[in-house]
Nanobody, 126 residues
Framework: QVQLVESGGGLVQAGDSLRLSCVAS????????MGWFRQAPGTEREFVSA????????NYASSVKGRFTISRDNAKNTLFLQMNSLKPEDTAVYYC???????????????????WGRGTQVTVSS
């Protein structure tokens, strides 16, 4: 059974940093694109960042570009999201996602992803 499990969320103050992790089990995703999405209360899930299978190409939402960095460790089947200079508007549940198709792009569309984690809460106070 494939599982994606996020961790690293929490309650922080504006300007602080957090590092999210997503550990995959049940299969390897070393040849697959992976990404992060988030959903705040009363809003639709939105794209945050994605990375191609080898990490060569990364894609970011304009709202997080320059503050967030996506990376992956394929040997550990783990995806990361380093979040710096956090703002109250970054408050959301953050979800990890993986594409079942090999060697895809760093998709910003949620329909491209086939596997999802349950999310980790990030709350940024002002």
């Amino acid at each position: 059974q494939v599982q994606l499990v996020e961790s690293g969320g929490g309650l922080v103050q504006a300007g602080d940093s957090l590092r999210l992790s997503c550990v995959a089990s049940g299969r390897t995703f070393s040849a697959n694109s992976m990404g992060w999405f988030r959903q705040a209360p009363g809003t639709e899930r939105e794209f945050v960042s994605a990375v191609t299978w080898g990490g060569a190409m990364a894609n970011y939402a304009s709202s997080v570009k320059g503050r967030f960095t996506i990376s992956r460790d394929n040997a550990k089947n783990t995806l990361f999201l380093q979040m710096n200079s956090l703002k109250p508007e970054d408050t959301a549940v953050y979800y990890c996602a993986a594409d079942n198709e090999a060697f895809g792009s760093a998709w910003n569309d949620s329909v491209r992803y086939d596997f999802w984690g349950r999310g980790t809460q990030v709350t940024v106070s002002s």
